[in-house]
């Protein structure tokens, strides 16, 4: 295939909701720039996008698919993206890399629970959109309140380009207020006439060419100028004006479509063409310090992996965006992040499970290489003595997690590596095995996400997994404060053991004083310190330990081993077996034996002692607390605010959005299991919601006791 220079190439991504047609209208764009001969169909499993067994299975996206077109001497490289927020990782790198979005509004739903969702991310990312209303020809389609839809919902204006002379099964014609012409379609494969505007929809086609004139006119002054000067613009000084209204998001183009019937394909991809912000006047990508890579392709080259996947036969495949200079086969690059060289052996262009070779690229461009050594998504690729790093993506964070484990245990070493591979295609699964819970737990962004995980383990690697709640990381702490004693004697012939160890503990918080005296069941006890070490826990909060021993009742030698039996427990908490934390810890006592004393004998006696006080200083678990933000449509709000508060949450605040309430609340981490299903459940798929670790804080008395004796009874079955 030809070779593209930066200028003759637009990166678009395919937006929109589950069913809005983004599949089909890939395949259209895909044979009117002739990289297929004939068009494939969703039913008929066929398509360029959706190539997979499982969405054959679903008949809809579930990965995002890079394709490309060749349209008038120029190429558009064509990202179709799942419509669901469960697979929101592929359209967020497809932001990442593409410049402007095409946003398929299905014409029988209009401004959609899926649409909301997407628009808002677009508006995150700043990518201008072109609204693109499909599926027209469907009988149930309405134009005009596709139409309202947007003027009602949509943050971003849009402005009509073209408008359906009828829509129904009889749609087969549209009027182009832009062009000023009629164009007609005598069959289902693009062919089209272009014919003058008929009498009866003049004034409608006046009308709305005048508003597309005074929008355009808006973003130029000397476009205003010239439009108060002579009434109107030419087409062009109008394409000039929607270019810069598009870019700064100030205005929403609105086409009209049919994939199935290949309607208004090709005037679409004309627009983008002369229109949509390419690679040179795309902003620009940045590197992590925040320096922009303008996209010059005579400059060294730098190349940035936004996805990876792994394929039978072939071995890792890095999909990537060509942000600078230009590659060859055969070329060496460094990895920014490891350092290392990779070789680019091999370079093609991306028609979904098709891969055209072609023999070198310029920037702007996407493309794929395989069998990379060390690189992974988010990585960079730079030329040798120009080393730049790319900012990563950044995705969301998840919002559903469940413990996983293999149905036949002789399985789990496989099912590891196959967990951390998937991870690798897909960055928004994480994978951790936890010491503390001791359960592998998987992560992702709902529960359709994790169950496509599992089909996917099932039918594709033949292991057999189930999914089950997984446990909490409790914490547990002391109120007040408590003292105790502990002798630890054993003798058996020979050398025996003995420790002794006095100590109090109290509940540690910031900026408290030094200890200095305490009063414990009637028993002052004298604090003078002698030494100090504080020690901020892997899990979280901190260990004070002080040393008050006085006339040498304990050599100082055999505190490590004190501190050690200490942390022992703290990592095995006496109330649920949790670990322990922000626990202040003073030894002011204790007894040795010139010859029996050990350091396992003192670490035994610390060990039992701190157990001791532990239980006397008030414990409570504490339990990890998630700042939860949800953003829900305002007719929802009621039934999202009573389902939270069942579910023990504290509502902090309210805001308006656009139509939209964002909720803030903090909630246990216990109690938002499967709550992405719930959500979805009581707004019909319309709100969403992000997450957000806060703080740990102590669970309520009537929790604690279910959870003390839900582990007294796994105690006890052990």
């Known amino acids: 295939m030809k070779t593209y220079k930066t200028g003759d190439i ?19 764009m895909a044979f009117e720039g002739k990289v297929i001969d004939r068009r494939g169909s969703i039913e008929n499993d066929n398509t360029l996008s959706d190539n997979t067994e499982l969405e054959h299975l679903y008949k809809r996206s579930i990965y995002p698919t890079i394709l490309f077109t060749e349209f008038k001497e120029k190429k558009l490289n064509i990202i179709d993206t799942p419509g669901s927020d469960d697979f929101c990782g592929g359209l967020f790198s497809a932001f990442k890399v593409a410049d402007v979005g095409l946003m398929l509004f299905n014409a029988q739903n209009g401004f959609e629970a899926g649409t909301e969702i997407q628009a808002r991310y677009a508006r995150q990312m700043g990518k201008p959109i ?44 549209f009027i182009d207020v832009l062009m000023m012409k009629m164009y007609r379609f005598k069959d289902d494969n693009g062919t089209r006439e272009e014919l003058d505007i008929p009498e009866s929809e003049m004034d409608r086609a006046l009308e709305l060419n005048n508003i597309l004139v005074e929008a355009a006119a808006e973003n130029d002054e000397n476009l205003m100028e010239l439009y108060f000067e002579k009434g109107t613009l030419t087409q062009d000084e109008m394409r000039s004006g929607l270019k810069l209204g598009l870019a700064k998001r100030d205005l929403m183009p609105v086409f009209c479509t049919s994939g199935k019937k290949d309607i208004g394909t090709k005037r679409l991809m004309e627009f983008v063409i002369n229109v949509a912000p ?6 620009s990508l940045a590197t992590v310090d925040g320096h922009e890579i303008p996209a010059d392709e005579n400059s060294s080259p730098v190349l940035f992996v936004f996805k990876s996947s792994v394929e039978q036969h072939i071995g890792e495949i890095s999909y990537f965006r060509l942000v600078r200079g230009k590659i060859t086969e055969g070329m060496e690059l460094i990895n920014a992040r490891t ?34 050594k060390g690189t992974k998504t988010n990585d960079t690729l730079c030329g040798p003595g120009d080393i730049v790093q790319l900012a990563p993506m950044t995705f969301p964070e998840p919002r559903y ?47 359709h996400h994790l169950n496509i995980m599992k089909w996917t383990l099932a039918n594709v690697y033949k292991i057999d997994v189930e999914f089950f709640a997984p446990r909490i990381s ?42 200095t005296k305490y009063k414990v069941a009637g028993k002052e006890i004298a604090v003078n310190v002698k030494g100090k070490e504080e020690i901020n826990l892997d899990w979280g909060g901190k260990l004070l330990f002080y040393s008050s021993i006085v006339g040498g009742a304990i050599d100082a030698r055999f505190l490590p081993a004190i501190l050690k039996g200490i942390m022992e427990k703290m ?23 010139p010859v029996d ?104 008395a009537d929790v604690q006791d279910k959870l003390l004796k839900a582990y007294a009874d796994e105690d006890k079955d052990e």
Request: aromatic share 8%; proline share 5%.
């Open 339 to 372: 350092g290392n060289k990779e070789k680019i052996a091999q370079i093609f262009a991306v028609a979904g499970k098709n891969r055209v070779k072609v023999t070198e690229m310029y920037a702007g461009d996407i493309g794929c290489t395989v069998k990379l």
């Open 278 to 283: 390419g690679p040179k006047e795309a902003p």
């Open 130 to 173: 072109i609204a693109v209303v499909s599926q027209l020809d469907n009988e149930k389609a309405n134009w005009e309140a596709t139409i309202d839809s947007l003027n009602a919902s949509s943050r971003v204006k849009p402005v009509i380009v073209q408008y359906p002379v009828t829509t129904g099964p009889d749609f087969n014609a």
């Open 597 to 700: 004393s050990n350091e396992i004998s003192f670490k035994l006696a610390g060990r039992n002692a701190f157990k001791e006080a532990f239980r006397n200083a008030g414990p409570k678990i504490m339990e990890p607390i998630y700042t939860v933000e949800v953003l829900v449509p305002s007719d929802k709000m009621g039934d999202v605010m009573s389902d939270l508060q069942n579910r023990r949450a504290m509502i902090e605040g309210m805001t308006s959005d656009s139509g939209f309430d964002r909720l803030t609340a903090r909630v246990p981490l216990s109690e938002m299991y499967r709550y992405s299903t719930t959500l979805s459940s009581l707004t019909s798929g319309r709100a969403t919601y992000s997450m957000k670790f806060a703080s740990y804080e102590q669970v309520p």
């Open 401 to 447: 997690r469940a413990a996983i484990k293999a149905v036949n245990s002789s399985d789990d070493e496989k099912l590891g590596e196959l967990l951390n591979k998937l991870a690798f295609e897909d960055p928004t699964i994480l994978v951790e095995y936890s010491k503390e819970l001791k359960q592998t737990i998987v992560q992702g962004q709902g529960e």
């Open 474 to 515: 409790y914490r547990e702490t002391i109120t007040k404060v408590a003292a105790a004693d502990y002798r630890h004697k054993k003798q058996s012939g020979g050398a025996g053991q003995f420790g002794e160890v006095h100590l109090v503990i109290e509940p540690f918080t910031e900026g408290m004083p030094e200890p």
């Open 571 to 593: 990592e095995e908490g006496p109330l649920t077996g949790s670990y322990a934390r922000d626990i202040r810890v003073i030894v002011y006592d204790g007894k040795m034996h």
């Open 10 to 28: 637009k990166n678009v991504v395919l937006l929109g909701a589950p069913g809005s047609g983004k599949t089909t209208l890939a395949e259209a």
